[in-house]
């Protein structure tokens, strides 16, 4: 079974209103819980790590955005959810638009959190640079948490609130059963998803979209800029954007409330 390749899990009983959450790059399923908590009275709920993250198979090729989306058909499919509303962070978003464009009858609504279509040919060095600051793996926790407060950011200049960054990759950080703490997610396939997700434009996925589709955007973000949130608006008009204020790329873990406010808004004027 395809599944059984996936770390997943399913919050919530409403089997004809459901959810599925995509997490982004480096993160995994787990950051979605505080969201789908709040939502799984209403919905059924599905978080799962993609490939190359969390518990979930780590094989050394297979990291396009087609593939996630391929992915995410099979899981869907062996579970037996003809449709559901999608919600995709970052990474997770830009597979999300590639799912939606290449399996539209299975969306309901498409939900893209902070993300744009731009192809970006250098992005990859940005994490190299990132993960090779790292030390991992690290012989205990509190030395994980010492390197991040006092070493990591006189390391690595990052493009992200510092405060959030840190809290990130520690968060990505586990024990492993040898007792050191190293990355949740395979370092390899982190590099490849950042090469392959932007050796690309997906402009033509943003102009595909028939479903209602939501782009949130955090004001500071420093992957979606305000040019290119306004460039998604116009170039198809079943976008609909919200722009949250005073907050950055991680808008669901940010605000999350504001954010669950948002989306339970959306998807319920499209069930009506």
């Given at each position: 079974?395809?599944?059984?390749?996936?770390?997943?899990?399913?919050?919530?009983?409403?089997?004809?209103?459901?959810?599925?959450?995509?997490?982004?790059?480096?993160?995994?399923?787990a950051n979605w819980r505080k969201i789908a908590s709040r939502l799984e009275n209403d919905f059924q709920c599905l978080i799962y790590d993609q490939r190359g993250h969390g518990g979930s198979f780590k094989p050394e090729t297979g990291y396009t955005p087609e593939i996630f989306a391929?992915?995410?058909?099979?899981?869907?499919?062996?579970?037996?959810?003809?449709?559901?509303?999608?919600?995709?962070?970052?990474?997770?978003?830009?597979?999300?638009?590639?799912?939606?464009?290449?399996?539209?009858?299975?969306?309901?609504?498409?939900?893209?959190?902070?993300?744009?279509?731009?192809?970006?040919?250098?992005?990859?060095?940005?994490?190299?640079?990132m993960l090779d600051s790292v030390p991992a793996p690290f012989n205990s926790k509190p030395q994980v948490k010492h390197f991040f407060d006092t070493e990591f950011f006189s390391k690595f200049k990052s493009k992200e609130p510092s405060p959030v960054l840190s809290l990130f990759l520690?968060?990505?950080?586990?024990?492993?059963?040898?007792?050191?703490?190293?990355?949740?997610?395979?370092?390899?396939?982190?590099?490849?998803?950042?090469?392959?997700?932007?050796?690309?434009?997906?402009?033509?996925?943003?102009?595909?979209?028939?479903?209602?589709?939501?782009?949130?955007?955090?004001?500071?973000?420093?992957?979606?800029?305000?040019?290119?949130?306004?460039?998604?608006?116009?170039?198809?008009?079943?976008?609909?954007?919200?722009?949250?204020?005073?907050?950055?790329?991680?808008?669901?873990?940010?605000?999350?409330?504001?954010?669950?406010?948002?989306?339970?808004?959306?998807?319920?004027?499209?069930?009506?």
């Amino acid at each position: 079974m395809f599944l059984e390749n996936f770390n997943y899990s399913i919050l919530g009983t409403n089997k004809s209103d459901r959810i599925v959450f995509i997490h982004g790059l480096m993160a995994f399923s787990a950051n979605w819980r505080k969201i789908a908590s709040r939502l799984e009275n209403d919905f059924q709920c599905l978080i799962y790590d993609q490939r190359g993250h969390g518990g979930s198979f780590k094989p050394e090729t297979g990291y396009t955005p087609e593939i996630f989306a391929e992915d995410l058909y099979k899981i869907t499919e062996e579970l037996g959810w003809d449709k559901f509303h999608l919600v995709g962070h970052s990474m997770g978003g830009r597979n999300a638009m590639v799912f939606a464009n290449l399996y539209p009858k299975k969306v309901r609504t498409l939900t893209i959190e902070d993300m744009g279509p731009d192809m970006d040919v250098n992005i990859t060095d940005y994490y190299q640079r990132m993960l090779d600051s790292v030390p991992a793996p690290f012989n205990s926790k509190p030395q994980v948490k010492h390197f991040f407060d006092t070493e990591f950011f006189s390391k690595f200049k990052s493009k992200e609130p510092s405060p959030v960054l840190s809290l990130f990759l520690q968060a990505n950080i586990e024990e492993k059963p040898d007792g050191v703490f190293d990355w949740r997610f395979s370092k390899h396939a982190i590099l490849e998803i950042a090469r392959e997700g932007h050796a690309k434009d997906r402009w033509a996925e943003v102009k595909s979209f028939q479903m209602p589709t939501l782009l949130i955007h955090g004001e500071n973000s420093h992957v979606l800029s305000t040019e290119t949130y306004q460039k998604m608006l116009a170039a198809n008009s079943n976008i609909t954007g919200v722009e949250i204020k005073s907050v950055g790329h991680w808008v669901h873990f940010e605000k999350y409330e504001e954010f669950v406010s948002v989306l339970r808004k959306f998807i319920d004027l499209h069930n009506a």
